[in-house]
């Protein structure tokens, strides 16, 4: 999947996550990019944070799966 894709499908969680009204939005990305995205998903995305644009708090919890 392209890195460009990922990031859209990362910034529709962030999206979902905001409108939940949820405490700590970051944690929620990151905990499902953890438990429902393929492990090679996430590393891609990972691997591609400088070059895709990422909301900020999609960005955090992207770099929390470092």
Do not use: C, T
Request: aromatic residues 8%; without cysteine; hydrophobic residues 45%.
């Amino acid at each position: 999947m392209s890195p460009d894709k990922l990031a859209y499908m990362a910034n529709q969680i962030g999206k979902f996550f905001l409108s939940q009204k949820s405490e700590d939005g970051v944690a929620s990305v990151a905990d499902h990019l953890k438990k429902f995205w393929d492990p090679r998903m996430r590393r891609d995305l990972v691997a591609h944070i400088d070059q895709v644009a990422l909301d900020p708090m999609v960005r955090q919890a992207v770099e929390r799966l470092r």
